[in-house]
Protein backbone atom coordinates (compact mmCIF):
# COMPACT_ATOMS: atom_id res chain seq x y z
CA UNK A 1 0.00 0.00 0.00
CA UNK A 2 1.33 3.54 -0.94
CA UNK A 3 1.93 5.85 1.99
CA UNK A 4 -0.88 8.55 2.29
CA UNK A 5 0.95 12.14 0.14
CA UNK A 6 1.67 14.69 2.33
CA UNK A 7 -0.74 17.99 2.05
CA UNK A 8 0.82 21.47 0.94
CA UNK A 9 -1.08 24.39 2.86
CA UNK A 10 -0.26 28.08 2.06
CA UNK A 11 -0.90 30.66 4.40
CA UNK A 12 -1.05 34.30 4.13
CA UNK A 13 0.27 36.12 7.11
CA UNK A 14 2.57 35.70 9.85
CA UNK A 15 0.22 37.04 12.70
CA UNK A 16 -1.39 35.03 15.45
CA UNK A 17 -3.81 33.39 13.91
CA UNK A 18 -1.09 32.43 10.72
CA UNK A 19 1.32 30.90 13.00
CA UNK A 20 -0.77 29.03 15.35
CA UNK A 21 -2.44 27.67 12.39
CA UNK A 22 1.14 26.80 10.23
CA UNK A 23 2.42 25.19 13.88
CA UNK A 24 -0.48 22.83 14.31
CA UNK A 25 -0.86 21.88 10.68
CA UNK A 26 3.00 21.08 10.64
CA UNK A 27 2.81 18.75 13.66
CA UNK A 28 -0.07 16.91 12.03
CA UNK A 29 2.51 16.23 9.02
CA UNK A 30 1.44 18.53 6.65
CA UNK A 31 3.68 20.49 4.44
CA UNK A 32 3.06 24.16 5.45
CA UNK A 33 4.45 27.75 3.84
CA UNK A 34 3.73 30.63 5.18
CA UNK A 35 3.87 34.03 3.43
CA UNK A 36 4.56 37.46 4.94
CA UNK A 37 4.73 40.63 3.39
CA UNK A 38 7.01 42.35 5.93
CA UNK A 39 10.98 42.15 5.29
CA UNK A 40 11.31 40.37 9.08
CA UNK A 41 8.16 39.96 10.12
CA UNK A 42 6.76 41.47 13.81
CA UNK A 43 3.92 42.15 15.53
CA UNK A 44 2.24 45.22 14.73
CA UNK A 45 0.92 47.28 18.25
CA UNK A 46 1.57 47.15 22.52
CA UNK A 47 -0.16 44.94 24.77
CA UNK A 48 -3.49 42.32 24.83
CA UNK A 49 -4.91 39.55 26.89
CA UNK A 50 -5.12 36.06 26.11
CA UNK A 51 -8.30 34.64 27.18
CA UNK A 52 -8.76 31.62 29.28
CA UNK A 53 -9.77 29.91 25.66
CA UNK A 54 -7.22 31.24 23.78
CA UNK A 55 -4.66 29.66 26.63
CA UNK A 56 -5.99 26.45 25.89
CA UNK A 57 -4.99 26.92 22.31
CA UNK A 58 -1.38 28.12 23.05
CA UNK A 59 -1.49 25.23 25.59
CA UNK A 60 -2.78 22.76 22.51
CA UNK A 61 -0.04 24.25 20.44
CA UNK A 62 2.94 23.04 23.51
CA UNK A 63 3.50 27.01 24.26
CA UNK A 64 1.60 28.14 26.57
CA UNK A 65 3.77 27.76 29.34
CA UNK A 66 6.30 29.64 28.06
CA UNK A 67 3.68 32.77 27.47
CA UNK A 68 2.93 32.76 30.97
CA UNK A 69 6.45 32.80 32.22
CA UNK A 70 6.26 36.36 29.63
CA UNK A 71 3.32 37.54 30.59
CA UNK A 72 1.63 39.23 33.34
CA UNK A 73 -1.46 36.82 34.97
CA UNK A 74 -4.32 39.51 35.78
CA UNK A 75 -7.49 38.48 37.76
CA UNK A 76 -9.61 41.74 37.61
CA UNK A 77 -10.73 44.39 34.42
CA UNK A 78 -12.09 47.35 36.28
CA UNK A 79 -12.92 50.57 35.17
CA UNK A 80 -14.29 54.08 37.03
CA UNK A 81 -16.26 56.96 35.66
CA UNK A 82 -13.91 59.96 36.78
CA UNK A 83 -16.00 63.14 37.32
CA UNK A 84 -18.45 60.76 39.71
CA UNK A 85 -16.29 58.17 41.47
CA UNK A 86 -18.91 55.54 39.49
CA UNK A 87 -17.52 51.87 38.86
CA UNK A 88 -18.75 50.89 35.78
CA UNK A 89 -16.48 48.19 34.87
CA UNK A 90 -15.73 45.02 37.56
CA UNK A 91 -14.98 41.50 36.16
CA UNK A 92 -12.62 39.38 38.00
CA UNK A 93 -11.88 35.75 36.51
CA UNK A 94 -12.89 34.06 40.10
CA UNK A 95 -14.72 30.58 39.84
CA UNK A 96 -15.87 28.49 41.97
CA UNK A 97 -12.52 25.97 42.48
CA UNK A 98 -11.57 26.98 38.96
CA UNK A 99 -9.21 29.93 39.62
CA UNK A 100 -9.24 31.60 36.01
CA UNK A 101 -6.73 34.29 34.67
CA UNK A 102 -6.65 36.81 31.62
CA UNK A 103 -2.90 36.24 30.41
CA UNK A 104 -1.49 39.94 29.50
CA UNK A 105 1.19 39.58 27.27
CA UNK A 106 3.10 42.01 24.51
CA UNK A 107 2.48 41.38 21.20
CA UNK A 108 5.99 40.96 20.42
CA UNK A 109 6.42 38.30 23.12
CA UNK A 110 3.51 36.53 22.08
CA UNK A 111 4.93 36.59 18.57
CA UNK A 112 8.45 35.21 19.75
CA UNK A 113 6.43 31.95 21.20
CA UNK A 114 4.45 31.67 18.03
CA UNK A 115 7.19 32.68 15.49
CA UNK A 116 9.76 30.36 17.51
CA UNK A 117 8.05 27.53 17.97
CA UNK A 118 6.32 27.34 13.96
CA UNK A 119 10.20 27.59 13.05
CA UNK A 120 11.26 24.68 15.50
CA UNK A 121 8.31 22.60 14.14
CA UNK A 122 9.80 23.36 10.32
CA UNK A 123 7.06 25.37 8.92
CA UNK A 124 8.69 27.94 5.76
CA UNK A 125 7.99 31.07 6.40
CA UNK A 126 9.19 33.42 3.65
CA UNK A 127 9.31 37.07 4.55
CA UNK A 128 9.41 40.14 1.96
CA UNK A 129 6.55 38.23 0.27
CA UNK A 130 3.17 40.08 -0.45
CA UNK A 131 0.70 38.39 -2.05
CA UNK A 132 -1.12 39.92 -4.46
CA UNK A 133 -3.40 37.65 -5.77
CA UNK A 134 -4.46 33.71 -4.79
CA UNK A 135 -6.59 31.00 -6.40
CA UNK A 136 -7.62 27.38 -4.98
CA UNK A 137 -3.96 25.75 -5.60
CA UNK A 138 -1.97 29.44 -5.88
CA UNK A 139 -0.43 32.34 -4.17
CA UNK A 140 0.77 35.13 -6.25
CA UNK A 141 3.30 37.44 -5.08
CA UNK A 142 5.13 40.50 -7.41
CA UNK A 143 7.87 38.19 -7.60
CA UNK A 144 5.88 35.03 -9.10
CA UNK A 145 3.18 32.46 -8.55
CA UNK A 146 3.98 29.66 -6.17
CA UNK A 147 2.02 26.12 -5.87
CA UNK A 148 0.43 23.74 -6.14
CA UNK A 149 -1.30 23.81 -2.30
CA UNK A 150 -3.78 21.99 -1.41
CA UNK A 151 -4.92 24.77 0.46
CA UNK A 152 -4.84 28.74 0.93
CA UNK A 153 -5.89 30.00 4.15
CA UNK A 154 -5.74 33.71 4.32
CA UNK A 155 -4.47 35.07 7.57
CA UNK A 156 -3.54 38.45 7.10
CA UNK A 157 -5.68 40.32 9.13
CA UNK A 158 -7.86 43.70 8.70
CA UNK A 159 -5.04 44.11 5.94
CA UNK A 160 -6.27 41.75 3.54
CA UNK A 161 -6.05 42.37 0.17
CA UNK A 162 -8.15 39.45 -0.41
CA UNK A 163 -10.98 39.02 1.82
CA UNK A 164 -14.27 39.89 0.38
CA UNK A 165 -15.52 41.29 3.80
CA UNK A 166 -16.56 44.69 3.70
CA UNK A 167 -16.34 46.09 7.48
CA UNK A 168 -17.40 49.27 8.76
CA UNK A 169 -14.81 51.87 10.35
CA UNK A 170 -15.44 52.69 13.54
CA UNK A 171 -15.32 56.41 14.48
CA UNK A 172 -13.23 55.94 17.87
CA UNK A 173 -9.81 54.21 18.19
CA UNK A 174 -6.48 54.21 20.36
CA UNK A 175 -3.24 55.20 21.30
CA UNK A 176 -1.06 52.94 22.47
CA UNK A 177 2.52 52.79 23.89
CA UNK A 178 4.72 50.54 25.83
CA UNK A 179 6.31 52.00 29.22
CA UNK A 180 8.05 50.46 32.14
CA UNK A 181 6.37 48.98 34.98
CA UNK A 182 7.24 51.97 38.08
CA UNK A 183 9.07 51.05 41.25
CA UNK A 184 6.16 52.89 43.20
CA UNK A 185 3.16 51.53 41.09
CA UNK A 186 0.29 53.24 41.69
CA UNK A 187 -2.28 50.42 40.64
CA UNK A 188 -2.16 47.13 41.18
CA UNK A 189 0.17 44.48 39.27
CA UNK A 190 -2.92 42.11 38.85
CA UNK A 191 -5.37 43.97 36.94
CA UNK A 192 -6.45 46.08 34.26
CA UNK A 193 -7.51 49.75 35.52
CA UNK A 194 -9.41 51.88 33.04
CA UNK A 195 -10.65 55.91 33.75
CA UNK A 196 -13.43 57.47 32.04
CA UNK A 197 -14.82 60.64 31.61
CA UNK A 198 -18.25 60.12 29.84
CA UNK A 199 -17.21 58.50 26.66
CA UNK A 200 -15.16 60.38 24.44
CA UNK A 201 -12.09 60.08 26.81
CA UNK A 202 -10.60 56.68 28.30
CA UNK A 203 -6.98 55.99 29.54
CA UNK A 204 -6.14 52.24 30.48
CA UNK A 205 -3.07 50.54 31.93
CA UNK A 206 -2.25 46.92 31.22
CA UNK A 207 0.61 45.54 32.94
CA UNK A 208 1.61 42.77 30.70
CA UNK A 209 5.13 41.07 31.80
CA UNK A 210 8.67 41.44 30.15
CA UNK A 211 9.13 41.55 26.72
CA UNK A 212 11.60 38.67 26.31
CA UNK A 213 13.61 35.79 28.53
CA UNK A 214 16.83 37.94 28.73
CA UNK A 215 14.59 41.23 29.89
CA UNK A 216 13.38 40.68 32.98
CA UNK A 217 11.93 44.54 33.23
CA UNK A 218 8.19 44.42 33.62
CA UNK A 219 6.57 46.27 30.87
CA UNK A 220 2.77 48.04 30.77
CA UNK A 221 0.57 48.88 27.62
CA UNK A 222 -1.65 52.30 28.57
CA UNK A 223 -3.72 53.10 25.82
CA UNK A 224 -6.09 56.67 25.00
CA UNK A 225 -8.93 56.32 23.28
CA UNK A 226 -9.32 59.11 20.52
CA UNK A 227 -11.62 59.79 17.38
CA UNK A 228 -9.41 58.64 14.10
CA UNK A 229 -10.09 61.44 12.34
CA UNK A 230 -8.55 64.01 15.69
CA UNK A 231 -4.91 62.31 15.17
CA UNK A 232 -3.66 64.98 12.90
CA UNK A 233 -4.94 67.45 15.87
CA UNK A 234 -3.41 65.46 18.56
CA UNK A 235 -0.04 65.31 17.44
CA UNK A 236 -0.19 69.07 16.67
CA UNK A 237 -0.98 69.56 20.48
CA UNK A 238 2.41 68.58 21.33
CA UNK A 239 3.03 65.18 23.69
CA UNK A 240 3.14 67.63 26.84
CA UNK A 241 -0.77 68.87 26.48
CA UNK A 242 -1.40 65.21 25.92
CA UNK A 243 0.23 64.05 29.76
CA UNK A 244 -1.59 67.12 31.10
CA UNK A 245 -4.56 66.28 29.45
CA UNK A 246 -4.19 62.77 30.58
CA UNK A 247 -3.33 63.21 33.95
CA UNK A 248 -5.78 65.27 34.97
CA UNK A 249 -8.24 63.02 34.23
CA UNK A 250 -6.47 60.53 36.24
CA UNK A 251 -4.20 61.63 38.67
CA UNK A 252 -2.68 58.19 39.19
CA UNK A 253 -1.40 57.80 35.51
CA UNK A 254 1.27 60.08 35.66
CA UNK A 255 3.85 57.94 36.15
CA UNK A 256 3.42 56.14 33.36
CA UNK A 257 2.49 59.15 31.19
CA UNK A 258 6.01 60.66 32.14
CA UNK A 259 7.70 57.99 30.41
CA UNK A 260 6.17 59.21 27.06
CA UNK A 261 8.44 62.12 25.66
CA UNK A 262 7.53 61.94 22.19
CA UNK A 263 4.34 61.23 20.05
CA UNK A 264 6.28 58.80 18.08
CA UNK A 265 5.92 56.73 21.16
CA UNK A 266 2.06 56.41 20.55
CA UNK A 267 0.77 54.24 18.04
CA UNK A 268 -2.40 54.86 16.46
CA UNK A 269 -4.88 51.74 16.24
CA UNK A 270 -7.99 51.86 14.30
CA UNK A 271 -10.89 49.71 14.54
CA UNK A 272 -13.51 48.37 12.43
CA UNK A 273 -16.14 46.28 12.34
CA UNK A 274 -17.92 43.53 10.20
CA UNK A 275 -18.30 39.49 9.98
CA UNK A 276 -17.87 37.58 6.88
CA UNK A 277 -21.43 35.36 6.46
CA UNK A 278 -19.36 32.52 5.39
CA UNK A 279 -15.76 32.56 5.95
CA UNK A 280 -14.70 30.59 2.82
CA UNK A 281 -14.92 31.24 -0.24
CA UNK A 282 -14.31 28.91 -3.62
CA UNK A 283 -10.74 29.45 -3.45
CA UNK A 284 -9.74 30.69 0.45
CA UNK A 285 -10.33 29.91 3.86
CA UNK A 286 -10.38 33.10 5.29
CA UNK A 287 -9.58 33.27 9.71
CA UNK A 288 -9.07 36.31 12.47
CA UNK A 289 -9.61 39.64 11.37
CA UNK A 290 -9.20 38.53 7.69
CA UNK A 291 -13.10 36.79 8.44
CA UNK A 292 -14.00 38.87 10.97
CA UNK A 293 -13.54 42.27 12.96
CA UNK A 294 -14.50 43.86 16.21
CA UNK A 295 -13.69 46.95 18.34
CA UNK A 296 -11.03 45.31 21.58
CA UNK A 297 -14.11 46.26 23.93
CA UNK A 298 -14.12 42.49 25.17
CA UNK A 299 -10.50 42.07 24.79
CA UNK A 300 -11.02 38.67 22.61
CA UNK A 301 -9.27 39.82 19.12
CA UNK A 302 -6.30 37.30 19.57
CA UNK A 303 -8.32 34.89 21.50
CA UNK A 304 -10.71 34.32 18.22
CA UNK A 305 -7.45 34.09 15.84
CA UNK A 306 -6.59 31.38 17.92
CA UNK A 307 -9.73 29.66 18.08
CA UNK A 308 -10.39 30.03 14.41
CA UNK A 309 -6.46 28.54 14.18
CA UNK A 310 -7.15 25.71 16.47
CA UNK A 311 -10.75 24.46 15.10
CA UNK A 312 -9.85 24.89 11.57
CA UNK A 313 -6.76 22.97 12.28
CA UNK A 314 -8.95 20.42 13.41
CA UNK A 315 -11.60 20.22 10.35
CA UNK A 316 -8.64 19.57 8.22
CA UNK A 317 -7.74 16.76 10.53
CA UNK A 318 -10.97 15.28 10.60
CA UNK A 319 -11.28 15.43 6.91
CA UNK A 320 -8.04 15.71 5.20
CA UNK A 321 -9.29 14.50 1.82
CA UNK A 322 -12.50 16.49 1.69
CA UNK A 323 -11.53 19.95 2.30
CA UNK A 324 -14.47 21.66 1.22
CA UNK A 325 -16.44 19.45 4.09
CA UNK A 326 -13.38 20.56 6.28
CA UNK A 327 -13.87 24.38 5.95
CA UNK A 328 -17.85 23.80 6.08
CA UNK A 329 -17.37 22.37 9.49
CA UNK A 330 -14.77 24.98 10.32
CA UNK A 331 -17.62 27.92 9.48
CA UNK A 332 -20.33 25.91 11.50
CA UNK A 333 -17.97 25.90 14.57
CA UNK A 334 -17.24 28.91 14.66
CA UNK A 335 -20.49 30.61 13.42
CA UNK A 336 -22.50 31.94 16.90
CA UNK A 337 -19.83 32.40 18.97
CA UNK A 338 -18.11 35.04 16.29
CA UNK A 339 -21.01 36.28 15.62
CA UNK A 340 -22.49 36.51 19.77
CA UNK A 341 -19.50 38.02 20.36
CA UNK A 342 -19.45 40.45 17.38
CA UNK A 343 -23.09 41.72 18.36
CA UNK A 344 -22.02 42.11 22.13
CA UNK A 345 -18.88 44.04 21.06
CA UNK A 346 -21.60 46.48 18.73
CA UNK A 347 -23.46 46.77 20.92
CA UNK A 348 -20.79 48.00 24.12
CA UNK A 349 -18.56 49.72 22.38
CA UNK A 350 -20.35 53.03 22.25
CA UNK A 351 -21.28 52.83 25.92
CA UNK A 352 -17.32 53.05 26.46
CA UNK A 353 -16.24 54.91 23.06
CA UNK A 354 -18.33 57.53 21.51
CA UNK A 355 -19.19 61.02 21.67
CA UNK A 356 -23.10 60.14 22.84
CA UNK A 357 -24.17 62.00 26.10
CA UNK A 358 -27.16 59.33 27.01
CA UNK A 359 -25.01 56.39 26.47
CA UNK A 360 -22.61 57.07 29.31
CA UNK A 361 -25.62 58.00 31.77
CA UNK A 362 -27.18 54.92 30.69
CA UNK A 363 -23.99 52.86 31.29
CA UNK A 364 -23.40 54.62 34.94
CA UNK A 365 -27.03 54.64 35.85
CA UNK A 366 -28.19 51.41 34.45
CA UNK A 367 -25.57 48.95 33.28
CA UNK A 368 -23.10 49.39 36.35
CA UNK A 369 -25.59 48.65 38.98
CA UNK A 370 -26.75 45.64 37.17
CA UNK A 371 -23.55 43.99 36.21
CA UNK A 372 -22.45 44.18 40.49
CA UNK A 373 -25.34 41.60 40.86
CA UNK A 374 -24.06 38.24 41.71
CA UNK A 375 -25.82 36.41 38.22
CA UNK A 376 -24.20 39.09 36.37
CA UNK A 377 -21.34 38.91 38.02
CA UNK A 378 -20.83 35.24 36.50
CA UNK A 379 -22.52 36.09 33.35
CA UNK A 380 -19.57 38.74 32.58
CA UNK A 381 -16.70 36.70 34.15
CA UNK A 382 -17.55 33.83 31.22
CA UNK A 383 -17.94 36.89 28.52
CA UNK A 384 -14.58 37.89 28.82
CA UNK A 385 -13.05 34.54 29.47
CA UNK A 386 -14.44 33.90 25.94
CA UNK A 387 -16.73 30.39 26.44
CA UNK A 388 -20.27 32.17 27.43
CA UNK A 389 -20.97 30.50 24.06
CA UNK A 390 -19.30 27.22 23.57
CA UNK A 391 -15.81 27.60 21.37
CA UNK A 392 -15.53 24.30 20.29
CA UNK A 393 -12.22 23.50 21.51
Request: proline share 6%.
Amino acid sequence: MCAQRSKDLAIIGAGVGGLALGLAMRRAGWRVRVFDRFDTPAPVGSGLVIQPVGQAVLHGLGIGERAEALGNKIYRMAGQEIRHGIKVLDVTYDAPGKPRFGLAIHRAALFDCLFQAALDAGVDIQSGQEVIAADKHHVETAARRHGPFDLVVDASGAGSRLSPLSARQLPFGALWATVDWPDQAPTPLDELRQCYDKANHMVGVLPIGQMTERDSQRKTAIFWSLPTAHYRAWRAKGIDAWRAEAKALWPEFSPFADQVQSADQMTMACYSHGTLRRPYTRDLILIGDAAHRASPQLGQGANMALLDAAILARALQTHPDALTRAAELYASQRRWHVRAYQAISWAFTPMYQSDSRALPLIRDRVLAPLAMRPMMRRILTRLVCGDLLPPHI
